[in-house]
């Protein structure tokens, strides 16, 4: 699960479409978005549970790590 605010939605966009993150677009990888929009409450409050509901909700598996990870997108 990613969480985005509206305007870096483009920028992930890019992100994922260079090759050295092709392996991100793999059928065997599932990637789900957040997108916060600006005036929503949680654009400035971090949803987390709401989050990690919506991802084990999507797990298609037996198996399921849940693991908390911070990454800052960068140029």
Same mark, same amino acid.
């Given at each position: 699960?990613?969480? /985005?605010?509206?305007?870096?939605?483009?920028?992930?966009?890019?992100?994922?479409?260079?090759?050295?993150?092709?392996? /991100?677009?793999?059928?065997?990888?599932?990637?789900?978005?957040?997108?916060?929009?600006?005036?929503?409450?949680?654009?400035?409050?971090?949803?987390?549970?709401?989050?990690?509901?919506?991802?084990?909700?999507?797990?298609?598996?037996?198996?399921?790590?849940? /693991?908390?990870?911070?990454?800052?997108?960068?140029?």
């Amino acid at each position: 699960m990613i969480y /985005l605010h509206e305007e870096e939605v483009s920028r992930f966009e890019e992100f994922l479409g260079k090759s050295e993150n092709s392996i /991100l677009c793999d059928p065997r990888i599932r990637l789900l978005t957040y997108v916060a929009v600006r005036d929503s409450f949680f654009y400035s409050n971090y949803p987390i549970n709401i989050l990690r509901n919506i991802g084990i909700h999507h797990v298609s598996t037996s198996h399921m790590i849940v /693991l908390d990870m911070d990454m800052w997108m960068s140029s």
